[in-house]
């Protein structure tokens, strides 16, 4: 009896509900985004490290992708079945920031609290900065939190889109499906016209570092990621007859040219000025995951038994994605003497998001029910 007690409370420790509704599909290419992204940054806890970071494909840039094209389709969907005035523009914020902002001002606090009151080194940046998501607006990262920077772009996302479209249908009178045309069209094109002003006549990146900190890792040089995945959204939602031909096609294309991608990244390393580097591969890796997303949004279930630890490692993926590399390896890892480093960050980089995803995200993105303003404002 008591063995079946423990058992069981152990089992509702540790048991996470499942929507049926997931798409298996889109839970495999976020389960693969973040393991690039969380192996990549512990590799060098293993011997070759140098060689077997050469294996890592850009994780962030799927997860961009993919979160343009899920945000996108949510935010098509309810243009298209609600006019669009303040309480409709209020409430997608509410929905957004009440899934994204709770967990992540949380770890925030504690790398703070750990950074100001733990170390004897003054403080490395102006943490204010970072509840506003301005840190790396237009400006290379601080050394504070350096994956926040990608946090920045998707904030930003959620918070400009919505406001050009709301420009565009509400002031100039377009409708909706011209307005979400424009918008993404605009935005892809500023974008990649500017990372080519900033390469001719701005900042040319003189090592792979500078390249990291003046192009891959601003907001302004890395919103239009977001936007190919909303271009999917938006052919999916009004041409579903050619979004659905040829998905196995448009599978191995998409697959052929992130490959292409990452061979030409790794061949041209120490060329950082290249213009291909600086310009077009955030462009190559976007189409690329896009033309994945037709095959991947219809793989709707899965009977491998490798499906729900998928599915699961998919649900805890934005926890992995604060703890990894800022609270994990320097706080914990890195303190543990002896050869295990490897397994022991693989094991806390699984189980402490867990929790934060069971016990923290799913109460706090609850609240947004409540927050909804259920009234014309």
């Known amino acids: ?59 962030v840039t799927l997860f961009f992708v993919l979160s343009g094209f899920l945000i996108g389709g949510i935010l098509i969907k309810i243009l298209n079945e609600n006019k669009f005035d303040r309480r409709v523009l209020f409430n997608f914020w509410i929905r957004r920031w009440c899934r994204t902002l709770p967990a992540y001002f949380l770890v925030l606090s504690v790398l703070v609290i750990l ?87 701005d900042i040319i990146p003189h090592d792979l570092r500078s390249w990291d900190i003046n192009f891959r890792k601003q907001v302004i040089t890395r919103l239009d990621s977001l936007m190919y995945g909303v271009l999917g959204a938006y052919i999916k939602y009004y041409y579903p ?49 896009l033309f994945l997303l037709p095959f991947l949004s219809s793989y709707t279930t899965s009977h491998l038994k490798i499906a729900k630890p998928v599915t699961y490692i998919s649900l805890i993926s934005y926890s992995m994605y604060l703890v990894n590399l800022s609270l994990i390896q320097p706080w914990i890892v890195d303190r543990i003497p002896g050869y295990f480093n490897f397994p022991i960050y693989i094991f806390l980089c699984l189980m402490i998001p867990f929790f934060i995803y069971k016990y923290f995200e799913i109460p706090t993105t609850k609240l947004r029910d409540r927050l909804i303003i259920r009234k014309a404002v």
């Open 241 to 289: 007859r050619i979004w659905n031909k040829g998905k196995e096609t448009m599978l191995v294309a998409g697959l052929i040219l992130i490959i292409i991608s990452h061979l030409s990244f790794i061949g041209i390393i120490t060329e950082a000025r290249s213009l291909y580097l600086s310009v077009f591969s955030f462009s190559l890796m976007s189409v690329g995951t």
């Open 1 to 59: 009896m008591l063995f079946n007690n423990v058992t069981r409370i152990i089992k509702q420790i540790f048991t996470i509900d499942i929507d049926e509704n997931r798409v298996f599909g889109l839970d495999l290419l976020r389960f693969f985004a973040i393991s690039f992204v969380f192996i990549g940054h512990g590799l060098h806890y293993l011997p070759f490290s140098d060689f077997l970071v050469r294996f890592m494909l850009d994780g």
């Open 115 to 201: 950074e100001v009151f733990f170390t004897n080194d003054s403080p490395k940046s102006d943490y204010a900065q970072y509840f506003l998501f301005i840190q790396s607006f237009a400006s290379p990262h601080p050394g504070f939190f350096p994956e926040a920077w990608s946090l920045s772009v998707e904030e930003w996302f959620y918070l400009l889109m919505p406001i050009f479209l709301y420009g565009l249908i509400r002031v100039l009178k377009l409708k909706v499906k011209t307005s979400i045309l424009s918008v993404i069209f605009f935005v892809i094109l500023f974008v990649t016209l500017f990372r080519l002003y900033r390469y001719s006549t």
